[in-house]
């Protein structure tokens, strides 16, 4: 059978016709297989959903426990038929819970890797590279450009500069779904074992990782009204960015805006947020570890979809792999 008998690209994602779903849909339908938790992959209103037990947990947390009609957990490396088609789970080291998606029929293998990250992360299972006919592939950051340094490097940058700053709040932009609970525990990896203080729209999931084995220490609520402005001073602060252009930001002493995210390499964004101090940390592939993955798996052909979708099919290229774009919209970088 051709790979287009097995998945193809539609309006609401991508489609298997002979089991008759959508891994991560745009818009509501009859049955989702979903590979994380983030909002861009991981929407409400289908009406079943076929996900981790972690996955599950967090859109329930996100969008309450009535989110789809019906839901059903799937172990990592577990076989479920569905119709014609088999499709297994494995770890994608993106974010707790997230998980590649590999679809199978008549020896013909399909693997949607969602967003992944090879490199190891304490707060989630490691990435597993899947020997596929097909390889689904994020291009995120894929281009040359993209070369993400070591995090705990720049967990160190943080923390010298909240010595040497210490009459300054430091506040670390994170988003709230495995960045947050990362930076956290890289922090801490660092020896750093003092209060970190978090914005309200961060507890819930740190609770949750909490739940599931991963110490994130002491997390403290980040209100000002629960003591003088300065007893912030030389504190850490984390919280989602969109918060730091409030009112809430700018009631810690000096603040010092920080900003955790792949995107931090680009200089313009950087200042475009007002970011004094970029921390290039990403929990998506950067350009050599996309090439150094599809190496690895040695797909038969090479399907790239949101993000740098060109740089990476040229590439592929230029290697002797066949490739495509997918061209799917509604996918954005929360996770990055």
Known sequence: MKPEDLLIPRREGLYCPPGDFFIDPVRGVDRALITHGHADHARAGHGHVLATAETLDIMAIRYGADHAGATQPAGLGEVIRIGDVTVTFHPAGHVLGSAQIAVEREGMRIVASGDYKPRPDPTCAT????????????????????????????????????????????LVGVYSLGKAQRVIRLIRDAGYHQPLYIHGALQKLCDYYESQGIGLGDLRPATVAAGAKGDFAGAIVLGPPSAFGEKWARRFPDPLVSFASGWMQVRARARQ???????????????????????????????????????????????????RPLHLVGYEDEGD
Do not use: Y
């Open 127 to 170: 990435f597993e590279p899947v020997a596929c006919d097909v390889f689904i592939t994020e291009a995120t950051f894929a281009l040359p450009v993209f070369r993400h340094p070591i995090a705990a490097d720049e967990i160190g940058r943080l923390l010298r500069s909240v010595s040497r700053n210490p009459e300054r709040a430091h």
């Open 273 to 323: 947020r007002g970011v004094e101090l970029p921390l290039v940390i990403s929990d998506h592939a950067d350009w050599d570890e996309l090439a150094e993955t599809i190496k690895t798996v040695a797909p038969g052909e090479v399907w790239v979809t949101h993000g740098r979708e060109e740089a990476l099919v040229r590439w592929c290229a230029m290697q002797g792999i066949p490739a």
